[in-house]
C-alpha cells in the first residue's frame, strides 16, 4: 500500500559525501514527519535526522553540522546529505516516514535500508 525505495549508499573514503534518497509512492493521502535511522552490526538502531512536514528538523548530536536532511512535498521524497563521513558512520540506513493513506489510515513506513560504508 506504501513503499519506500532508497538509493544513494555505497562506499566512500572518510572525509567524503553522500546523498542518500528515500521515494514513497502507494496509497499516500500526506506525509507527515519523515526521517533517517541507521543500524550498525550489534547495535541498535538510532535516529539519525527528521524533518517535519513544515521542514522544522532535528538531529542527533553525531549528525549536526555534518549531515542535512530535507523533503520534497510534491514529490513525496527524503533526503539526507552525508558530509565529512567518518568510519563511525558505517551503518544501514532506514527511511520512515509517517504517512496518512487515502482513506486516511495511518501508516508507519519503513524502507528496506541502504548500506553506507566509511573505509580508506
Known amino acids: 500500500q506504501v513503499q519506500l525505495v532508497e538509493s544513494g549508499g555505497g562506499l566512500v573514503q572518510p572525509g567524503g559525501s553522500l546523498r542518500l534518497s528515500c521515494a514513497a509512492s502507494g496509497s499516500i493521502f500526506r506525509i507527515d514527519t519523515m526521517a533517517w535511522y541507521r543500524q550498525a552490526p550489534g547495535k541498535e538502531r538510532e535516529l539519525v535526522a527528521s524533518?517535519?512536514?513544515?521542514?522544522?528538523?532535528n538531529y542527533a548530536d553525531s549528525a549536526k553540522g555534518r549531515f542535512t536532511i530535507s523533503r520534497d512535498n510534491a514529490k513525496n521524497t527524503l533526503y539526507l546529505q552525508l558530509n565529512s563521513l567518518k568510519p563511525e558512520d558505517t551503518a544501514v540506513y532506514y527511511c520512515?516516514?509517517?504517512?496518512?493513506?487515502?482513506?486516511?489510515?495511518?501508516?508507519?513506513?519503513w524502507g528496506q535500508g541502504t548500506q553506507v560504508t566509511v573505509s580508506s
Open positions: 524533518i517535519t512536514r513544515d521542514r522544522v528538523t
Open positions: 520512515n516516514v509517517q504517512v496518512f493513506t487515502l482513506t486516511r489510515t495511518f501508516k508507519d513506513a
